[in-house]
């Protein structure tokens, strides 16, 4: 069974402060994908980025940075000197399989001028 | 346009009517996908389709729920006799490769009362 778990719902910030959204899987599954995915308010998921199991490597994109730590089942997420613009809802995914997402519930995130 | 288009965005149904609800995914991608999203929830899996051929669909909740993509490209979500259950937002998915790095439509809104 595939569990993404994200325990935090709300997190509201004042711009160019830094958010770190936590996301814990569950799977049994020795390969497997992991996700996230932004929904602003237009409803639109936005691809994120893309990361597999093999591959625990940190990544660094623009303001946006991910701490992907196998042994401890997590997949975090990192909005440094966050605007206005990053308000959304935020979603962790997990696949086995690379096309069929398990997301977790969401954090939204409020950041406020 | 460019992206993943869906009609109608918004629909109403009265209990125990059929509606279908379509997607036209981008130009190109072999992959679609439809996942469902109830309020204040993250999107869950329905079906997938490559091409024309339906290569899964464990996540259909009942034999009410129908997709078919008949000619690999533009797809339909039919669900028969609606119940209020049915309620949330449709979301359609494409990619180039299969992968899970989705393009999202901007999903259709069920209600049904």
């Known amino acids: 069974a595939q569990k993404v778990t994200q325990a935090q719902t709300e997190i509201s910030v004042v711009e160019k402060e830094d958010v770190t959204l936590d996301c814990v899987y569950e799977?049994?599954?020795?390969?497997?994908?992991l996700f996230w995915y932004k929904q602003p308010p237009s409803g639109e998921l936005v691809f994120l980025i893309r990361?597999?199991?093999?591959?625990?490597q940190n990544e660094i994109s623009g303001r946006y940075s991910w701490n992907f730590q196998k042994s401890t089942s997590s997949f975090n997420f990192t909005i440094t000197a966050s605007q206005v613009v990053d308000s959304a809802v935020y979603f962790c995914?997990?696949?086995?399989?690379?096309?069929?997402?398990?997301f977790g519930a969401g954090t939204t995130v409020t950041v406020r001028a | 346009g460019a992206g993943v288009s869906q009609s109608p965005r918004y629909k109403v149904a009265k209990r125990g009517q059929d509606v279908a609800l379509r997607c036209d995914p981008i130009s190109g991608h072999v992959s679609l996908f439809w996942y469902q999203q109830a309020l204040g929830q993250g999107p869950e899996f329905l079906t997938y389709?490559?091409?024309?051929?339906?290569?899964?669909k464990s996540g259909l909740p009942s034999d009410r729920f129908f997709a078919e993509r008949p000619e690999g490209s533009v797809s339909t979500l039919k669900i028969q006799r609606t119940q209020q259950e049915d309620s949330a937002v449709y979301l359609c998915a494409s990619s180039f490769d299969g992968s899970g790095e989705l393009f999202f439509g901007e999903g259709s809104r069920l209600t049904v009362l």
């Open positions: 995914a997990l696949s086995p399989n690379d096309y069929k997402l398990s």
């Open positions: 799977t049994r599954d020795t390969t497997y994908y």
């Open positions: 389709f490559q091409n024309e051929a339906q290569l899964d």
């Open positions: 990361r597999n199991s093999f591959d625990e």
